[in-house]
């Protein structure tokens, strides 16, 4: 094998033997999300495509020039080009080493997306106390968050495209660094409900901000007060564990202080379909594990799970194969395949359980080669595959009845 660094080929050195031993390091895969976060960070000057400059420098030592109202590194970070935000698309091996693990400009919109492998990495760009640098804080301080976290600045007037632009990217939930509801965060609320695959979740201390969100399926909201990044935690502590496996209610937030809460401000939260933090039995927890639609989130995420799946493995089937046959033969592999990830589904707790089979509540239909139209035929496309199950539940309350037995006669 030869390795090349510049301009020079090296092969290696052949060794006087009959037996050749070939190694491969085989490296974990990403965490490909169904789980990951991506903070929205508005700025106020679009980043550019650096031109004829070197790949970025990660200078962690070095003096960062902070833009105080965003929290947007100007220093480290980014390409030499001495004015304006202008980047590499190209890492440099400093920023590989300081964990940043991508960057891309979208010269269109001035918007910049980057991802981190951890805390330090976002401190190159986000010094710390920063907007920014506070969520992913947050979001680390989670036993189970990602091995990333992606942040997209964008420019005001640009989120729409911006978003548009990324939307296929890593990552599955999203927050703003600024917890003010405006414009903008009606606008995501009304991106992410029209393409049903990717979360938003909504901080506020005060609940009529949570008005007019009211029915969105794809917007979680959460009353807390704005000084701590529970929606950095909330998605941390629960969004990357196995999809079908967890309820959003219960659960503990590192690093997040519950609130004191009277039966009637409880009520209120729930009755909006609002998340809250509190403490219960002594123990700090999620008050609920809805959407504000009232749909609850393991649901969805169920659902995104299945659609993203079957996607995925009917895509490989095709491109795996040499030849699927347009006949009854090939029909059944795309069925059986369909039947291979609702299965994964049931066993991963998407899918309900019948309780007289014992197996998940699900059906495949595939017509046969003879009730697919002569158009589709033409155009090798086959459209006669469906497929139906029913979600799983999870128990949120219960209800105990107790009858104590006295051996007092009363009169």
């Known amino acids: 094998m030869a390795n090349k660094i510049g301009s020079n080929v090296v092969p290696a050195f052949e ?12 490296h974990p895969q990403p965490l490909v999300g169904l789980g990951n976060l991506l903070v929205l960070n508005k700025v106020t000057e679009p980043a550019t495509l650096a031109k004829n400059a070197p790949a970025a420098q990660a200078d962690t030592g070095g003096e960062k020039k902070q833009d105080n ?3 947007t590194d100007t220093g480290a970070g980014k390409s030499s080009t001495p004015t304006g935000r202008a980047f590499s698309n190209s890492l440099s091996n400093d920023d590989r080493m300081a964990g940043i ?3 891309k400009v979208d010269t269109a919109t001035g ?7 951890n805390l330090d990495a976002v401190a190159v760009d986000y010094p710390e106390n920063t907007p920014v640098w506070k969520k992913a804080s947050s979001y680390f301080a989670q036993p189970s968050h990602s091995d990333r976290i992606a942040v997209l600045d964008y420019v005001e007037g640009k989120l729409l495209d911006s978003l548009k632009d990324f939307w296929f990217n890593n990552w599955t939930f999203a927050i703003f660094t600024d917890n003010t509801i405006n ?7 009304n991106i992410f409900e029209s393409n049903q695959d990717h979360f938003l ?3 506020s201390d005060d609940l009529s901000e949570f008005t007019q969100f009211y029915g969105q399926n794809y917007t979680i909201g959460l009353k807390h007060t704005t000084d701590e990044a529970m929606d950095a935690a909330f998605v941390g502590a629960i969004a990357t564990k196995q999809v079908g496996s967890v309820t959003w209610k219960f659960k503990e937030l590192k690093g997040i202080t519950p609130d004191v809460m009277t039966t009637q401000e409880r009520a209120g939260i729930e009755n909006s379909h609002v998340i809250g933090y509190l403490n219960v039995g002594g123990r700090p927890e999620t008050s609920e594990g809805f959407s504000l639609s009232g749909e609850y989130i393991d649901l969805l995420h169920g659902e995104i799970w299945v659609k993203t799946n079957m996607a995925n493995e009917l895509q490989r089937l095709l491109q795996d194969n040499d030849k699927i046959p347009y006949d009854n033969r090939g029909i059944s592999m795309v069925s059986a395949k369909a039947n291979y990830v609702l299965d994964i589904a049931w066993r991963q707790g998407i899918i309900a359980t019948d309780d007289l089979t014992g197996k998940g509540i699900y059906e495949v239909v595939s017509t046969p080669y003879s009730q697919q139209s002569r158009d589709d035929k033409s155009k090798r496309h086959y459209g006669g595959l469906g497929f ?3 979600a799983s539940n999870a128990i949120h309350t219960l209800t105990v009845k107790g009858t104590v037995q006295s051996d007092t006669i009363l009169s």
């Open 69 to 71: 109202a965003q929290g």
């Open 101 to 103: 693990l991508m960057r």
């Open 15 to 26: 060794r006087p033997t009959d037996v050749n031993i070939i190694m491969t390091i085989v």
């Open 111 to 117: 918007a910049l997306y980057r991802e981190y492998k």
């Open 201 to 203: 979740v909504l901080q």
């Open 388 to 390: 139906t199950y029913k």
């Open 183 to 189: 414009d903008d965060v009606v606008l995501a609320s």
